[in-house]
């Protein structure tokens, strides 16, 4: 008797564990993740916003995990939830989510003139926050592909910095087979070219500066083109052929591991993001002081190119504080919260008119070359399913550059997958 | 209900429903899923077997299978090899065999994806193990894990290196059940070691061995933790396992394709399972 009445008592508890009802927020919830300091610094923003306008803001903690964080925001998404009202979305993911109809269009804050479109980088928000013709998203961090190199090294050759991938493996050469004799872990160049999505990346940029791309003007996704197959050449070629690149550039090259190359002074050139210059002139570093930074080099007759990476903010459509997300948005790409960003944090700040301020100038000297990259900027495919289609193309590309399937080869099978998958999701 | 029926069924109640809540409903879920064309960004909608149809026509998916297969054949026979002389020497009557039999299972208690870490830092071209000796004989640096027949290797040793303790174990319990007047019997009518070995040991050993191959190919037809670490399926996806390949529809969002690809693993691990269990009944027979 007791030992069920014991029971009955487990179960009610359990069952509220379970099944008890998180009482509604008139508040609004705002998701963001990423590492503990930058949320300790939103927790801040945060907090300046609810004092100016009395607004209650509930900070949803996200994890640092860029996969973990998307699905922290389709699961509620997916079920329609009216929390989070507002979150940041890394720039691949706010085509999906603008497909599946969860983002609130801001046409209506822009033709109220309270944010300026002027104020922000034009390619960014036409190639990754329009989707058919309506504004879902605006940027808060910019970041794209840079071309980090040695100034000592180059002067030290007589050597300028490279403007084109000729003149990169030229200079490369030269460096490396000096370099050698005292250091003969040297190579020339490091970049990303892991089976990851950092590969991707790479070739994009290898791709749109050789005239290549892998979006066509009707938005459908063609990688198999003379242009790709000639820079998926040009990558393998860097290892295999011009040896300028190390043989495990495909099998272990990611962003960490190309940054302590560089780092430990075991290379003249290296692919990265924006936010390997702070580490690379941090105290400790071997390199410090000795790094300048450039726009990637372009093909023959191509243009500069770099791949196109960042957060931008939007507004669930199924928010049931809009007004309140709107006020908290525009605070959030205002002038004055972009430039705390970028001068506490380290952000590349969203708005274009930010690259001109006198402070974070004097903070990020490598700005104008990033400012100057933004408008070489491509971006990845919009699709709902890019996530699927990176895989293919990580894959095969991943093939290619070690050499197990021609460029040529690796190339098609990318094609003819990406046609399989794209069929198989549409019909 | 009177008691005598009562109690030993409230005593295999919570078996049943262990058994129905963790191995029934998930396995019946994932094939329901399988049924489904459930992707992320699109309406769920009922499809049948056409994910099925997807694989049947997925030249990757049979580039998987096969792999899982040679994977499986290769480390499964040299772990047998081993783990049989590994059992041997544990068996020999020696002082020092307690402390002997401790070290041989070290490798099998390392949890997997520390051993395959540990292994995939060995093989790393720039500061590995593996490319530091090879340097200190004058061999310039290999890179291990770059072509897929030196990954396909650098896997076999890693599961065999983490597994020959197990199928050790298991041998040495068959071992010992072998009777040593038989042994001794035999030595005395003057048969040499290696014809008291493989007329005598082996054959009494058989179902054992058995037992031991199945539960490894099982084991190795599912290998996903030590690829993951190791290759991650690479280079270009020529080490991808079978559920390395599930995982990927599953990290992609693609359910239903996933699901699918877990059931036709199910279905080979069960009916090699019932084998098992065959041939468990013959020998009790």
Redesign the interface.
């Known amino acids: 008797m007791l030992s069920s009445r014991r029971l009955l008592i487990s179960i009610t508890i359990f069952s509220f564990l379970f099944f008890g009802c998180k009482p509604r927020t008139p508040q609004l919830t705002f998701a963001v993740g990423g590492a503990s300091n930058e949320v300790e610094y939103w927790e801040k923003i945060v907090s300046e916003f609810t004092d100016s306008t009395r607004i209650d803001v509930v900070l949803l903690r996200q994890p640092t995990d860029t996969d973990q964080r998307r699905q922290g925001l389709v699961i509620p998404l997916r079920s329609r939830q009216q929390d989070p009202d507002i979150f940041l979305m890394d720039v691949i993911w706010v085509g999906q989510f603008a497909a599946s109809d969860w983002l609130e269009p801001l046409d209506s804050v822009v033709a109220t003139g309270d944010v300026n479109l002027a104020d922000f980088f034009e390619s960014i928000v036409n190639q990754v926050d329009t989707y058919h013709d309506s504004l879902y998203a605006l940027p808060v961090y910019n970041d794209c592909g840079l071309l980090y190199f040695r100034k000592d090294l180059l002067e030290k050759y007589g050597l300028k910095p490279p403007v084109t991938w000729q003149q990169l493996i030229r200079s490369a050469d030269i460096v490396q087979e000096n370099e050698r004799i005292t250091n003969p872990h040297f190579f020339g160049f490091v970049w990303q070219g892991a089976q990851y999505e950092g590969l991707v990346c790479n070739f994009l940029e290898f791709a749109a500066s050789n005239n290549g791309g892998i979006i066509d003007s009707a938005g459908g996704i063609i990688v198999y083109t003379p242009e790709n197959i000639r820079a998926a050449d040009l990558m393998h070629d860097l290892i295999h052929k011009h040896k300028i690149s190390p043989p495990n550039t495909y099998t272990e090259m990611k962003e960490e591991e190309t940054r302590l190359a560089f780092e430990n002074g075991n290379a003249l050139y290296e692919r990265n993001w924006p936010y390997a210059w702070a580490l690379h002139n941090k105290e400790g570093s071997r390199v410090k002081g000795k790094v300048a930074a450039a726009l990637l080099p372009r093909g023959h007759n191509g243009q500069h190119a770099a791949a196109l990476g960042g957060w931008h903010i939007g507004i669930s459509k199924f928010s049931d504080n809009k007004t309140e997300a709107m006020t908290f948005l525009k605070f959030v790409l205002s002038y004055a919260t972009q430039k705390k960003l970028a001068l506490n944090l380290g952000w590349n700040p969203g708005r274009s008119d930010l690259y001109e301020d006198a402070d974070v100038r004097r903070k990020m000297p490598h700005l104008d070359v990033l400012k100057n990259s933004f408008d070489h900027a491509v971006a990845r495919p919009t699709s709902p399913y890019y996530t699927q289609i990176s895989e293919i193309l990580q894959q095969n590309q991943n093939a290619a550059l070690s050499g197990k399937s021609s460029s040529d080869e690796a190339l098609a099978r990318a094609q003819r997958e990406i046609n399989e998958i794209l069929q198989r999701y549409n019909e | 209900m009177n008691r005598k029926i009562k109690e030993p069924v409230s005593f295999l109640l919570p078996l049943i429903f262990f058994i129905a809540a963790f191995l029934l409903f998930p396995v019946l879920g994932t094939f329901w899923n399988s049924l489904w064309h459930d992707?992320?960004?699109?309406a769920r909608r009922f499809v049948a077997f056409d994910n099925y149809v997807?694989l049947i026509k997925d030249g990757?998916f049979w580039q998987t299978s096969f792999f899982t297969i040679v994977f499986a054949c290769v480390s499964v026979s040299l772990e047998m090899a081993f783990g049989m002389i590994t059992a041997l020497v544990l068996n020999e009557k020696s002082r020092l065999r307690g402390a002997l039999r401790g070290i041989a299972l070290i490798p099998w208690a390392i949890p997997s994806v520390i051993g395959a870490r540990i292994w995939q830092l060995i093989f790393?071209?720039?500061y590995g193990v593996a490319n530091i000796t090879l340097k200190a004989i004058g061999i310039g640096?290999v890179?291990w894990?770059?072509?897929?027949v030196g990954a396909f290797a650098a896997l076999v040793l890693a599961d065999v290196w983490r597994t020959t303790p197990f199928v050790a174990i298991i041998l040495l319990a068959g071992l010992q059940t072998v009777p040593d007047d038989i042994l001794k019997q035999a030595q005395i009518d003057g048969a040499n070691i290696f014809q008291r070995f493989y007329r005598i040991t082996l054959p009494m050993m058989k179902p054992i061995i058995m037992v031991a191959i199945l539960f490894r190919t099982i084991d190795a037809m599912r290998v996903f933790d030590l690829i993951y670490v190791i290759?991650?399926?690479?280079?270009?996806?020529?080490t991808a396992s079978l559920s390395v390949y599930g995982y990927?529809f599953f990290?992609?969002?693609?359910f239903g394709y996933g699901s699918a690809v877990s059931v036709i693993l199910f279905i080979i691990a069960l009916t090699m399972a019932v084998v098992y269990i065959k041939l468990g009944k013959l020998r009790s027979q």
């Not at chain 2, 894990?145 to 897929?148: A, D, H, N």
């Not at chain 2, 290759?231 to 020529?238: L, M």
């Not at chain 2, 990290?251 to 693609?254: F, I, S, V």
């Open positions: 992707v992320p960004f699109m997807g990757q790393r071209y720039d640096p890179n894990l770059g072509t897929s290759t991650g399926g690479g280079p270009g996806g020529t990927k990290l992609t969002g693609d």
